[in-house]
């Protein structure tokens, strides 16, 4: 069965969490968890994650006493390739590892990922780090993303300063950490923590530790600008600096105009909830045969079941793949939500308003992302294949 984000949440209800969002307030609660913690993650599941050749550089780092130094020149990374016995090496000195975009390597967390998504309606991504001594994995500083934290082996103790700091998205080198420690929760397997946005600590590992993060990226202003600046060619005319100071003035004055005319903070919420259905979600996978022995003719079918709300969006979101899903595939999933059809009945539907050449267009996008696959009467499916080849 897939990690479900109730699973994982147990006792924590979300209810809490949407609480500390509006307070922006820390909440701990221990032994919450819903699963046991080792069957969430482990230090050995982490290991094979990451010394796997598949595994993308930038979502990993190697950090010393809070410092992330330089990989190659200590010898963990050659050709490019980690070096497995220099990595053990380095973590039995007291080194952490930090694993970002969990849920872009392994399945599992790709589905947690996604159902949390559905519960918070907003973006995560899903990190971990280990840490092999008290030496912190990371200075004292802030996230810029509201963080559920889930110990899976080990305890460490947070340590928070101040309050949270209202910076945006992004943080900023001018915002000092505060000297006061504000609060301190230790964490043991099985504990959840919400840590809101903004809000500084420093962590130390007592002994071996390992904690998995929910990261909630929420959509900001800028999102929606900048889809408001796409949606509308006019408000992106080019500044010309030649054409003098006030020349320049005074088609800012004009953008002003036309920016504020089209700017409805009524229609923000619309556009927000909008954003939020329009990630595709994968619920199940078809994998049934679906040749159809009296046509001659291809049989096109859904590989994936989808929430109707995944249909309809802007963007799509499918097993950490992302895609901007066009007209002609949006008509290609409609004409096959009831089931396998041929693809010639496919393509007459989906083109029917737009064309045949973008109905095509929009079936060869969806079986290159997976999501449709098309079987010939010439071929044999492959669980027929497996099954043959077994007897």
């Given amino acids: 069965m897939p990690l479900t984000f109730r699973d994982v949440l147990g006792s924590f209800d979300d209810s809490a969490i949407v609480e500390g969002m509006a307070e922006r307030r820390l909440i701990h609660r221990p032994a919450a968890c819903g699963i046991r913690p080792d069957a969430l993650f482990s230090l050995e599941e982490l290991e094979r994650l990451v010394l796997r050749d598949g595994m993308d550089r930038k979502d990993l780092r190697v950090t010393v006493n809070g410092h992330i130094p330089n990989m190659e020149?200590?010898?963990?990374?050659?050709?490019?390739?980690?070096?497995?016995?220099?990595?053990?090496?380095?973590?039995?000195?007291?080194?952490?590892?930090?694993?970002?975009?969990?849920?872009?390597?392994?399945?599992?967390f790709s589905a947690l990922a996604d159902d949390a998504e559905r519960v918070l309606q907003d973006r995560i991504a899903i990190a971990a780090i280990a840490s092999f001594s008290k030496l912190p994995a990371l200075p004292a500083h802030y996230d810029p993303q509201d963080l559920?934290?889930?110990?899976?082996?080990?305890?460490?103790?947070?340590?928070?300063?101040?309050?949270?700091?209202?910076?945006?998205?992004?943080?900023?080198?001018?915002?000092?950490?505060?000297?006061?420690?504000?609060a301190s929760v230790t964490m043991r397997p099985g504990d959840i923590m919400f840590v809101p946005a903004g809000l500084h600590h420093q962590c130390e590992a007592e002994g071996v530790s390992l904690h998995?993060?929910?990261?909630?990226?929420?959509?900001?202003?800028?999102?929606?600008?900048?889809?408001?600046?796409?949606?509308?060619p006019s408000l992106n005319r080019p500044l010309r600096a030649r054409l003098g100071s006030e020349s320049v003035a005074r088609q800012a004055e004009a953008l002003k105009?036309?920016?504020?005319?089209?700017?409805?903070?009524?229609?923000?919420?619309?556009?927000?909830?909008?954003?939020?259905?329009?990630?595709?979600?994968?619920?199940?996978?078809?994998?049934?045969?679906?040749?159809?022995?009296a046509s001659d003719e291809g049989?096109?079918?859904?590989?994936?079941?989808?929430v109707p709300p995944g249909r309809s969006g802007r963007r799509w979101k499918v097993g950490g793949i992302e895609f901007q899903p066009s007209a002609g595939a949006l008509a290609v999933v409609s004409a096959l939500e009831d089931g396998p059809r041929i693809v010639r009945q496919v393509l007459e539907e989906a083109g029917a308003?737009?064309?045949?050449?973008?109905?095509?267009?929009?079936?060869?996008?969806?079986?290159?992302?997976?999501?449709?696959?098309?079987?010939?009467?010439?071929?044999?499916?492959?669980?027929?294949?497996?099954?043959?080849?077994?007897?």
């Fill in 353 to 391: 308003g737009l064309g045949a050449d973008e109905a095509r267009a929009g079936l060869d996008q969806l079986v290159a992302k997976g999501l449709v696959r098309i079987e010939t009467p010439a071929e044999e499916p492959p669980s027929r294949q497996r099954l043959r080849s077994a007897s």
């Fill in 257 to 293: 105009s036309e920016l504020v005319s089209r700017f409805d903070p009524a229609g923000v919420a619309e556009w927000l909830s909008e954003r939020n259905v329009s990630r595709a979600r994968v619920t199940s996978l078809d994998l049934r045969a679906i040749s159809d022995p």
């Fill in 148 to 182: 559920i934290i889930v110990q899976v082996e080990g305890s460490k103790v947070w340590r928070f300063f101040g309050e949270p700091v209202d910076c945006g998205l992004a943080t900023h080198p001018r915002v000092k950490v505060p000297n006061e420690v504000s």
């Fill in 299 to 306: 049989v096109a079918a859904l590989t994936v079941t989808m």
């Fill in 73 to 108: 020149m200590l010898g963990l990374v050659k050709d490019q390739r980690l070096r497995p016995l220099a990595l053990r090496q380095l973590a039995r000195k007291g080194a952490s590892i930090i694993v970002n975009d969990l849920h872009r390597h392994d399945p599992k």
């Fill in 212 to 232: 998995v993060g929910l990261v909630i990226k929420h959509e900001t202003l800028l999102d929606f600008l900048n889809d408001l600046f796409r949606e509308h």
